[in-house]
């Protein structure tokens, strides 16, 4: 590490949000290009720092900053440097010097712990004096606190971020309990909490210790799926992350639930504890299904029989007697679920409910949890379909910090009928905001495959609330005529059945290639993405084919896969804009996938008819690198065809590589084409309806690479991973003891 003093002679570029800088620092020996977060720093101010000198493919040798250091400065015109340097608002260059005359060197003692003094100099007024003293003292104690934190490993933008939570007290916040960082600032958790209280001299016994690494373990199983955690799964996990003792952890868990940091209950012979928003969210979403489930609700007076004839004769469609089960359902139901597999006529039905409402002077609401699913919807309805987060119309707090939705039970939707499709998808937390907007009487119709994986968020909400027996469901289960002719939907269905597939039809859409050594695998791979499938169908390589795999890690991971195909259908050249990142290659016409919902990230449509922009982009949307520039330290990725978001280099662990995806990422997408290999991996990830899940994606091909004993194994291997959710046993618990009362 390279380690320099200079003057900040010019900031070329800052990022007032996140401190950001580019700028030219003046040593000694030499002037400087400097990169990196300096957000207490100004033009003129003294500085150590050190970094690690990098090389800009447009810009040349630049310094990276890892660490800096304000030098305070001892001379009376480097006083007037940096009182001048517009840091302070309300001095100017005169100013300062009329300061500096008065108090020389001692300048910086008077206005830190004397600032009334102030007054004595021309100019100067009890409200101006006021207005410098406080300016000073929020930069002194930023630049206080940024050095104080870098002894504890924690950079300047996390130092912003804490000193903008606790303020002045934030020394004396984090020297009392350091584990208030894991829950206060975002991206910094239990295990960086500890490294600093650790560093501290905390003891490993400390309450605050056991209870933080308590909540990061609980939250951890939430990030696994999971909506609550028996308590002796906690337990022994979080002594093993502290090596700590089973008594403390229990009454950690005690503690917290006091304190209403998690919800503890008995449920069976043990007790379940749960992070309250989830806990929240489950009970809210169980009491809403009842509601639902037991309204009255005003069903049109019509001969039913004659309208659906009427209907599949105006359409020229032939309705399977479960379809009209399900229209019959829709029309006497406050809630009713249609769950089927590949062409059992899930679309079929959501139109001819659309047609059958539409023709009684319903309003309807279509929508889905992604961006994706709600375009494929469009498309399959000819009505529009939103996410469910812009159905629900996502807002945020001042700060950025807090999301919500706009609709919710003060402000309901406005309609009579309301389709939500893929719910599989559907987690609890997003569960249970939109049934908030669902008003009692509303027709709430759940379409979904509860074959497929379960949803990437917290809880098995499709799997639950039809296994609860509650709600009315209607099972579609023929497979219809054209829908045969398709290999892809044959052996989905034959897989869900734990059947082998029948593979390599002449002229048909499911092939399977035997290869048995990883590296064969992966040179057939991107043999088949980069050449022989473009040629043979006339393909787009990136854009109309996506790499599936069960895992991240591994040779036929997406990992090392992203690398193969990056490599191979993106190569660099002259002419491509690119951006290193953490290990990552970034690069202009790469295809990337959003990592995380970020509900305050701004785009714009680029389609002259729409102009329309709007926030949010969520976990799971793929996009294509639009541009990148290095002056702003900006890269722009392109969803959708047409939507345009713009990211600060610092955010760009928000973003993936998406030649290939995992299986669970898919979820809620169809891709013309899918390929997928087929060898070893945790039993855990080779399962059916993995297997079930990936080969559902495609539209029009499907090709798998690898071992026929391996694709044996998935389709045998029916264990789904158990996840522990409460919505289904609240459901009947509370059904049962308010069929009691």
Known sequence: MIEVEGRLEEIIYQNEANGYTVGILSTEEEDITIVGVLPALREGEDVKIKGRWTIHPNYGRQLEIQEYQPIQPTSTNGIISYLSSGMIQGIGEKMAQRIVEKFGIDTFEIMQHHPHRLKEVSG????????????????????????????????????????????????????????????????????????????????????????????????????????????????????????????????????????????????????????????????????????????????????????????????????????????????????????????????????????????????????????????????????????????????????????????????????????????????????????????????????????????????????????????????????????????????????????????????????????????????????????????????????DIQMLSPMKKGEVGTINLNKALQESLNPPAKYKQEKEYRGKIFRVGDKVMQTKNNYTLKWYDIDNTKEEEGEGVFNGDIGYIHAIDPNHNELTVCFDETRLVTYDFTHLDELELAYSVTVHKSQGSEFPVVVMPITWGPPMLLTRNLLYTAITRAKSLVVLVGTENYLTQMIKNDKIIQRHSGLSFRLKRYFDFQQEE
């Not at 449920?267 to 489950?282: G, K, L, N, S, T």
């Not at 987690?427 to 027709?443: C, E, F, T």
Request: with cysteine; charged share 25%.
């Open 124 to 543: 100067i007024g009890d409200a101006k004096a006021a207005a410098i003293a406080e300016a000073f003292k929020e930069q002194w104690e930023l630049r206080d606190i940024i050095l104080f934190l870098s002894e504890y490993g924690i950079t300047p933008s996390y130092a912003v971020k804490i000193y903008k939570k606790y303020g002045e007290k934030t020394i004396a916040t984090l020297q009392e309990n350091p584990y208030r960082l894991a829950d206060d600032i975002w991206g910094i958790g239990f295990k960086k909490a500890d490294e600093i209280a650790r560093t501290m001299g905390v003891s490993l016994k400390s309450k605050y210790r056991i209870q933080s690494a308590t909540k990061y373990v609980l939250n951890s199983l939430h990030s696994e799926g999971h909506t609550y955690a028996p308590r002796q799964l906690l337990v022994e996990k979080t002594c093993q992350l502290i090596n700590g003792v089973q008594e403390d952890v229990e009454d950690a868990i005690q503690h917290l639930a006091l304190e209403q940091k998690v919800h503890y209950e008995r449920y069976q012979d043990d007790f379940i504890v749960y992070a309250m928003p989830y806990y929240y969210a489950e009970a809210y979403s169980c009491n809403k299904l009842i509601g639902l489930a037991q309204v009255v609700v005003d069903a049109p007076d019509i001969a039913l029989e004659e309208e659906i004839r009427l209907l599949a004769d105006k359409e020229n469609i032939h309705l399977a007697n479960q379809q009209k089960e399900a229209l019959k359902q829709a029309l006497t139901n406050g809630i009713l679920v249609i769950t089927g597999g590949p062409g059992t006529g899930k679309t079929t039905t959501i139109n001819s409910l659309i047609k059958l409402f539409l023709k009684h002077k319903k309003k309807i609401l279509l929508a889905a949890p992604t961006g994706r699913a709600a375009k494929r919807m469009t498309e399959a309805t000819g009505m529009e379909a939103k996410t469910i987060h812009r159905l629900l119309e996502l807002g945020y707090s001042e700060d950025d910090e807090v999301t919500n939705f706009q609709r919710n039970e003060e402000d309901p939707l406005d309609a009579d009928v309301i389709i939500i499709d893929e719910v599989s998808m559907v987690d609890i937390q997003l569960m249970s905001s939109l049934l908030k907007a669902v008003p009692l009487g509303v027709r709430l119709i759940l379409v979904g495959d509860v074959d497929q994986l379960p949803s990437v968020g917290a809880g098995n909400v499709l799997k639950d609330i039809i296994d609860s027996n509650i709600v009315r469901v209607v099972r579609l289960t023929e497979v219809f005529r054209q829908a045969q002719e398709s290999m892809i939907i044959v052996n989905a269905h034959k897989i869900n059945k734990g059947e082998s597939p029948q593979c390599n039809v002449k002229d048909k859409d499911f092939f399977f290639m035997t290869r048995h050594r990883k590296d064969e695998i992966l040179k057939t791979l991107v043999e088949l993405v980069k050449d022989r499938l473009p040629n043979h169908y006339k393909l787009d390589a990136i854009r």
